[in-house]
């Protein structure tokens, strides 16, 4: 089964951390950065974030929202939510396999 997502290459976890971050609504890097330490524990530098922000903003999968204030909020675009979908469903058939598998090996059936 041929993956549209497979453009996120090296960098799926920071970009599915961005695109999880943003299916929620708008926000400005800093206010990403609590918001996804906060959900998955995983604290990114700016430079991480901001690369990531880059790739998926030339993808179209997010956009940067007009604003007055020094802060650059994003959204999520609609091509960004099909991409969150499929990987996210990708992450699910992954953690089944595993859970399945685990549980022969361990004898837990």
């Known amino acids: 089964m041929a993956r549209k997502t497979s453009e996120l290459g090296r960098f799926t976890d920071v970009a599915l951390l961005v695109l999880i971050s943003l299916a929620e609504g708008q926000k400005h ?3 990403m950065i609590h918001d996804i330490e906060k959900f998955s524990g995983t604290a990114l530098e700016p430079g991480t974030l ?3 922000l880059m790739r998926l903003e030339e993808r179209a999968w997010i ?3 007009e604003t007055a204030e020094r802060r650059k909020p994003y959204r999520i675009t609609e091509r960004g939510r099909e991409a969150l979908r499929e ?8 953690e089944q396999a595993g859970a399945r598998r685990t549980a022969t090996v361990w004898g837990t059936t």
Request: aromatic share 12%.
């Open 29 to 31: 890097g800093y206010r």
């Open 50 to 52: 901001y690369g990531a």
């Open 63 to 65: 956009e940067a929202v």
């Open 87 to 94: 990987q996210l469903a990708t992450l699910r058939r992954i």
